[in-house]
């Protein structure tokens, strides 16, 4: 079981109402970016794959994971971690 496929089982075990899944980077806005890896980790919210929960769906402002996305902090930092494969060159916080 990849990395990926444990932490998608664990996000979704401890977070049930809330609904995750993974798409490879080359069908998303960060395809050419660097500092992401190559299958992503999301929450989809208004049917919204959210793969940086830090950052808002518009791409355009930072936010609260929690208030913007219902996904607690430790969670949004996991899965940025996964998902980065640098550390963040904006306001974003690092995991």
Partial sequence: MTTTNILLAAS??????????TVDKAETVHAEDAEYAG???GVVVDDVLIVDPFVSSCGRFDVDPDEAY?????LA???LA??????PTSS???P
């Fill in 12 to 21: 979704r075990a401890a977070y049930p109402d809330l609904a995750f899944e």
């Fill in 39 to 41: 299958t992503l980790i």
């Fill in 70 to 74: 219902g996904l607690p902090a430790a």
């Fill in 77 to 79: 930092k996991q899965l």
């Fill in 82 to 87: 996964h998902n980065r494969t640098t550390a």
């Fill in 92 to 94: 974003t916080p690092t």
